[in-house]
């Protein structure tokens, strides 16, 4: 008899993984823009009861910058600026309902930031659904370095839910929409706007960058995680987002993941990026308007990121990583810069226990 | 039917996570497991997997364990092997497996015959690959080296409904290495699952609400619909999501058919620091925001 096979899909998880655990990442994002970020990030999670866990965090974000945004204003500059957040959460379960909240503190130079969030996952139908839904405020004081006069302020709330699904025992699918609303000062303190009769002119006035104080953001996802054999996977999501600024965008992502051995896995990945410019965003402000904007990510842009991971197993509880994104930004409506290239390399080390 | 009847495994119970076995595995006795082995169950009809069994239908089952690692350094000894009274001693690559499918009421059910030459025979083999235990499992014989088993199986008559193949396998490391220890139950590796098979035409009963089960195509078809209705308009977009929910809504996954969905990459986020600092870097480059979890606080101006 010639045997065709087919499978019948039947794997066990490669390594076991608990809650108890420890990361630590180092990525540095540089682009052609001249701007470099180091972010350095701890994050230790440990089971205090069988029940609850509790999660420690610390990330860091060091930045050098010359970007355009900086050098077309009149003081061009490099700047040089640190953010700092400490963060916290913890997540306790109650049979098939488990309850999470977190609190961050972030801290630069000019910006300081209070998070919490809040949120209930609950389990259904023998656990093959699980249902989401969750809150977040964020207050920040914005301010305007060596301007001790200049203090604004900025409220984000947003509620999210989420639908996850087991569709088969290689399938599991998950529907996300999360509503953001945006309260106060929400332009850049250090941005101007020229006001000129044509592009190559030269500028009449620099008036300050003015956004909208108010902003409602719809982000709807969808997304699928489907396993291929016994060691490989492949992920795909879609973003639809819109918002009361005008802007419309599309998101498409995709990761693959195998082993090359028992230790050693690949990820590939791949994202996608488009938007509309905001209604009030011109290239060229020929008079002065109601609301102003000097803002590349406000204009119509793509972006395209390709990226591999390596994760190598050196013991079930220790694991390392590598991981190197090259991206191509394109900008159509934004003069001082068409386009941006760049890279985000991160190393890694995470514990699990 | 002729098969040779056989004890081993478990002192005599097939440990292969039935629920007549109150779920135990192999794992019961060869403790301490890292999973890195995997297994799989393979038909020479692979509509067994899809649309189900036929009844009467003969199957030529094989279980395979995947990822083997301990013992290989013995697979050159094969059978001549685990003779204490042998100088020099030469340990075995001994693994094992377990297989049985029982119907809703976790009897067995159907019945089990041996491969000799490839084909499905009711001759009883002078050495034996494969044997059936007393209680009704097909399991493995003393055939060292070996990481899959071939047995068939006749499926039961119409009507008997649902079934379930549950199997295991262990990786033996060849116990020691030593006369004194020939085999122990330490340091193996161990694996074990389910796979539900429907019966042909007489419609699932494997779901939830009267609902039929998706399969994997209908699934991921439901969410690259999704991706279409989204490029149009919003409210398209909107009933395309309440459709996709409902469809998806009918499934019933069974705890034992999860050891896939439980690897860390078949979970959303499966590395969430990552994804905070990713997602912090492209909020601050892009004008959208939201869906994919928190990017962490500040201003990200940068």
């Known amino acids: 008899m010639q045997l065709r096979l087919a499978l019948a899909s039947l794997a066990i998880a490669h390594a076991a993984r608990g809650d108890t655990s420890f990361v630590s990442k180092v990525q540095v994002y540089a682009d052609s823009d001249h701007t470099t970020v180091i972010s350095p990030l701890v994050q230790g999670t440990a089971d205090v009861s069988p029940d609850t866990t509790v999660t420690l965090g610390y990330v860091a974000d060091v930045v050098s910058s010359a970007s355009v945004d900086i050098v077309s204003q009149a003081s061009a500059t490099t700047i040089h600026d640190t953010r700092q957040q400490a963060s916290a959460a913890v997540s306790h379960t109650i049979g098939s309902t488990k309850l999470h909240g977190g609190y961050s503190y972030s801290h630069e130079n000019d910006y300081?930031?209070?998070?919490?969030?809040?949120?209930?996952?609950?389990?259904?139908?023998?656990?093959?659904?699980?249902?989401?839904?969750?809150?977040?405020?964020?207050?920040?004081?914005?301010?305007?370095?060596?301007?001790?006069?200049?203090?604004?302020?900025?409220?984000?709330?947003g509620i999210s839910a989420s639908w996850t699904q087991i569709v088969s025992p290689t399938l599991v699918t998950q529907l996300t929409y999360e509503l953001g609303y945006a309260?106060?000062?929400?332009?850049?303190?250090?941005?101007?706007?020229?006001?000129?009769?044509?592009?190559?002119?030269?500028?009449?006035?620099w008036v300050m960058e003015t956004d909208p104080d108010t902003r409602y953001r719809h982000a709807i996802v969808v997304g699928a995680n489907r396993a291929l054999g016994d060691d490989s996977s492949i992920q795909g999501d879609y973003r639809y987002y819109f918002d009361t600024w005008g802007i419309t965008s599309h998101t498409i992502g995709a990761r693959y993941f195998t082993h090359l051995s028992k230790s050693l896995e690949l990820r590939l990945r791949e994202r996608f990026y488009t938007q509309g410019s905001a209604s009030f965003y011109q290239e060229n402000y020929?008079?002065?308007?109601?609301?102003?904007?000097?803002?590349?990510?406000?204009?119509?842009?793509?972006?395209?990121?390709?990226?591999?991971?390596?994760?190598?197993?050196f013991t079930p509880h220790v694991e390392g990583e590598l991981k190197v994104d090259i991206f191509y930004f394109s900008y159509s409506e934004f003069a001082p810069l068409t386009s941006r290239t760049g890279t985000n390399?991160?190393?890694?080390?995470?514990l699990t226990y | 039917?002729?098969?040779?009847?056989?004890?081993?495994?478990?002192?005599?119970?097939?440990?292969?996570?039935?629920?007549?076995?109150?779920?135990?595995?192999?794992?019961?006795?060869?403790?301490?497991?890292?999973?890195?082995?995997?297994?799989?169950?393979?038909?020479?009809?692979?509509?067994?997997?899809?649309?189900?069994?036929?009844p009467e239908q003969q199957y030529?089952?094989?279980?395979?364990?995947?990822?083997?690692?301990?013992?290989?350094?013995?697979?050159?000894?094969?059978?001549?092997?685990?003779?204490?009274?042998?100088?020099?001693?030469?340990?075995?690559?001994?693994?094992?497996?377990?297989?049985?499918?029982?119907?809703?009421?976790?009897?067995?059910?159907?019945?089990?015959?041996?491969?000799?030459?490839?084909?499905?025979?009711?001759?009883?083999?002078?050495?034996?690959?494969?044997?059936?235990?007393k209680s009704g499992a097909a399991i493995h014989e003393q055939d060292n080296g070996r990481a899959s088993w071939d047995v068939c199986w006749t499926a039961p008559?119409?009507?008997?409904?649902?079934?379930?193949?549950?199997?295991?396998?262990?990786?033996?490391?060849?116990?020691?290495?030593?006369?004194?220890?020939?085999?122990?139950?330490?340091?193996?590796?161990?694996?074990?699952?389910?796979?539900?098979?429907?019966?042909?035409?007489?419609?699932?009963?494997?779901?939830?609400?009267?609902?039929?089960?998706?399969?994997?195509?209908?699934?991921?078809?439901?969410?690259?619909?999704?991706?279409?209705?989204?490029?149009g308009r919003r409210r398209r977009l909107l009933l395309g999501l309440l459709i996709a929910s409902s469809a998806s809504a009918c499934v019933h996954v069974r705890p034992?058919?999860?050891?896939?969905?439980?690897?860390?990459?078949?979970?959303?986020?499966?590395?969430?620091?990552?994804?905070?600092?990713?997602?912090?870097?492209?909020?601050?480059?892009?004008?959208?925001?939201?869906?994919?979890?928190?990017?962490?606080?500040g201003c990200g101006c940068n």
């Open chain 2, 60 to 133: 030529h089952l094989r279980v395979r364990l995947l990822n083997e690692w301990a013992g290989l350094q013995y697979v050159a000894n094969g059978d001549d092997c685990g003779q204490i009274d042998a100088t020099p001693f030469k340990p075995c690559d001994d693994n094992g497996f377990s297989l049985e499918l029982d119907d809703a009421t976790d009897r067995t059910t159907g019945g089990f015959q041996q491969v000799i030459n490839t084909a499905c025979s009711t001759a009883v083999p002078d050495d034996p690959i494969v044997a059936i235990s």
């Open chain 1, 183 to 205: 309260s106060g000062f929400q332009s850049s303190p250090y941005r101007f706007v020229p006001v000129r009769p044509t592009l190559d002119a030269a500028p009449e006035m």
């Open chain 1, 286 to 313: 020929t008079t002065v308007q109601k609301y102003m904007a000097f803002d590349r990510e406000l204009s119509s842009l793509w972006s395209e990121t390709i990226g591999a991971k390596l994760s190598y197993l």
């Open chain 1, 112 to 157: 300081l930031s209070n998070s919490f969030n809040g949120g209930i996952d609950q389990e259904l139908f023998d656990k093959n659904t699980t249902l989401s839904l969750g809150y977040s405020l964020n207050l920040n004081d914005v301010g305007r370095a060596d301007d001790q006069n200049f203090s604004r302020s900025l409220d984000n709330h």
């Open chain 1, 345 to 350: 390399t991160g190393i890694g080390l995470a």
């Open chain 2, 157 to 231: 008559p119409a009507g008997t409904g649902n079934i379930t193949a549950y199997l295991a396998v262990v990786d033996g490391n060849g116990g020691t290495g030593s006369a004194a220890f020939p085999n122990d139950t330490i340091n193996d590796d161990v694996a074990a699952g389910a796979v539900p098979l429907v019966e042909a035409g007489a419609g699932s009963t494997n779901n939830v609400g009267g609902c039929n089960a998706a399969g994997d195509t209908g699934g991921l078809g439901i969410v690259l619909a999704l991706a279409v209705f989204a490029l």
């Open chain 2, 1 to 54: 039917m002729s098969v040779k009847l056989a004890n081993d495994g478990g002192g005599g119970i097939p440990f292969d996570g039935a629920p007549r076995w109150a779920n135990h595995t192999c794992e019961v006795c060869h403790v301490g497991a890292p999973h890195l082995v995997s297994i799989a169950l393979e038909s020479d009809h692979p509509e067994l997997f899809t649309t189900g069994w036929v």
């Open chain 2, 256 to 297: 034992r058919q999860r050891e896939t969905l439980a690897h860390r990459n078949m979970t959303f986020g499966p590395d969430p620091a990552e994804d905070e600092l990713d997602l912090h870097m492209q909020e601050s480059r892009e004008g959208s925001s939201g869906g994919y979890g928190s990017s962490g606080g």
